[in-house]
């Protein structure tokens, strides 16, 4: 038989049999439709690669993709992969909010906030933990806005420094 005789007739066999051969599967699956296509693909490629199935009649063939199918699945079932899985809708065990992570962070932040010297760090602390605006810290403090805004420049560089001493930030 040629080549372009027996694509033809793969592809009339696919035609045939492909659809019902993937509902056995998926019975066979229990709905695992990924699984079931890939099963009917990996049947068909195997009936390409043995032309003498090929040449039998069409019941045969039939009954031949049916029992590599079969195979197929009852080989992936005993494998140890399908023995180690656990299919369930549900995750085992709910998520839950890190208590430590948020508290670790404040302290290493605290501790690189220690680090700075007096002025930069009550910059910082008016700036980004009170919300205080440039003109309330420069007015509250007696010093220019610009001066301000050079401390909070440099302690920030400076906070960022200590942060990537203690491997926080890179």
Do not use: C
């Amino acid at each position: 038989m040629s080549e372009p005789d027996q694509a033809a007739l793969l592809r009339a066999i696919h035609d045939a049999h492909s659809q019902s051969l993937l509902r056995y599967v998926l019975r066979l699956t229990r709905g695992d439709m990924p699984f079931a296509e890939d099963v009917v693909q990996e049947s068909l490629l195997r009936l390409w690669r043995k032309p003498e199935v090929l040449a039998q009649p069409s019941e045969s063939v039939r009954a031949w993709l049916y029992t590599v199918a079969r195979n197929q699945v009852i080989d992936d079932r005993r494998s140890a992969r399908f023995g180690r899985e656990l299919q369930t809708d549900t995750v085992p065990e709910p998520p839950s909010a890190d208590a430590i992570g948020p508290a670790v962070d404040k302290w290493v932040l605290a501790d690189a906030l220690k680090s700075l010297s007096p002025e930069h760090r009550t910059a910082v602390v008016r700036a980004y933990y009170l919300g205080q605006t440039v003109a309330d810290i420069a007015e509250q403090e007696g010093i220019p806005a610009g001066t301000v805004k050079s401390r909070l420049h440099y302690a920030l560089r400076a906070l960022r420094d200590a942060l990537h001493e203690k491997g926080v930030v890179s």
